[in-house]
């Protein structure tokens, strides 16, 4: 593995080049980044987040609105308070530097078990068994671990464990990682490609594609809601919502209740001639889908006590999260 590496290693922007040592800062905001996204969605993502705060101490002094507008669309916006926490914690606690320990990195606030590793072995090449989905996948072919997910998680990681080295774990990890990225895909593996090819039990008992067998995805719960676009002159009323909770501290535009049933006008944000446009925003959350019908309303003059007026022509600088920017965009693409 390490040799293919050495030969076919991905060139990435958070990524040490051959000799180089890994800045650990940019290793661990890439595997945050990561978690629910692609490498080709997060590069520009990444490289504007690290032109605008470039390591700890400059995240740790930014203003959480600005990163979590920065975050917008990444997914798990809890991921962007933790990263401003963390840094705090780094700056006040550890003199600016990560800690390589891998069970200290766990004490920081949003490093779980995945990223503590990644990050030991990445930034400190420190020994640390680092399993993502890409390292699942080629593992359960590997080693042919048949037992349905969630529940082989325990021996993928056990298996991975027994192949881990002790020097260039860093290196080893990341083979793994571009194996599963460009030859041990999920549907189509190019086995032919592939250096396991001779060691692998999937591919060698004839359909690696089915593994690792993923258990059967229950139906999610529908809900329904409505967003409220309220529009003074050229601009529109955002919120902030609360810091717990979905898509908690993001600008959003108000919303009322979300239910099993739609809830109507329920919870708009001001008494106005509201239109319910024949029109809606759905979108999946990780738990529950949603489809929120719009409503529209202008008024003359309103002070927001409880939001702030942001002029629609930036709204694109208002760091909407998805859901969100889908209802601007359907609002203005009409009244456009």
């Known amino acids: 593995m390490l040799a293919w590496y050495d030969s076919h290693r991905r060139a990435l922007p958070w990524r040490a080049l051959p000799g180089e040592m890994a800045d650990p800062y940019r290793v661990w ?9 692609t490498v080709a969605a997060v590069r520009p993502r990444f490289e504007a987040w690290t032109a605008r705060w470039p390591d700890f101490a400059s995240l740790a002094a ?19 308070r933790n990263l401003v926490a963390a840094a705090k914690v780094v700056v006040a606690e550890h003199g600016g530097a990560f800690p390589q320990d891998e069970a200290v990195l ?13 990050v030991a072995a990445i930034a400190f ?20 671990i048949r037992e349905p997910l969630p529940g082989a998680r325990a021996a993928i990681r056990a298996a991975a464990d027994r192949v881990t080295p002790d020097a260039r774990a860093g290196d080893f990890a990341q083979a793994m990682m571009d194996l599963g990225s460009g030859i041990c895909t999920p549907k189509k593996p190019t086995c032919l490609l592939c250096p396991l090819d001779e060691e692998c039990r999937g591919y060698r008992e004839g359909a690696p594609e089915r593994l690792p067998v993923k258990a059967a995805k229950k139906a999610k719960p529908q809900r329904h809601g409505t967003i409220f676009w309220l529009q003074r002159g050229e601009e529109v009323l955002l919120v902030r919502r609360p810091d717990k909770g979905l ?18 006008l329920a919870g708009a944000p001001v008494d106005a ?3 319910m446009r024949n029109a809606t925003v759905s979108h999946g959350f990780t738990h529950f889908d949603i489809e929120l019908t719009l409503a529209v309303a202008r008024v003359q003059a309103h002070h927001a006590d409880d939001g702030l007026w942001w002029p629609i ?3 694109d600088r208002a760091g909407l999260p998805t859901l969100f920017a889908k209802a601007a965009a359907a609002v203005t693409r009409r009244d456009g």
Request: charged share 20%; glycine share 12%; net charge negative.
């Open 106 to 118: 766990r004490t920081l606030p949003g490093l779980g078990a995945y990223t503590a590793a990644a």
């Open 62 to 80: 930014a203003d959480e609105a600005e990163v979590m507008a920065a975050w917008a669309g990444l997914g798990y916006y809890a991921r962007a």
């Open 247 to 264: 898509l908690g501290g993001m600008r959003a535009l108000p919303t009322g209740p979300w239910g099993d049933e739609p809830p109507g």
């Open 29 to 37: 905001l890439s595997e945050v980044m990561l978690q629910q996204t």
């Open 125 to 144: 090449g420190r020994r640390a068994v680092v399993v993502d989905a890409n390292v699942e996948r080629v593992v359960a072919r590997l080693f042919a």
């Open 313 to 315: 022509a930036a709204l």
């Open 273 to 275: 001639a509201w239109e």
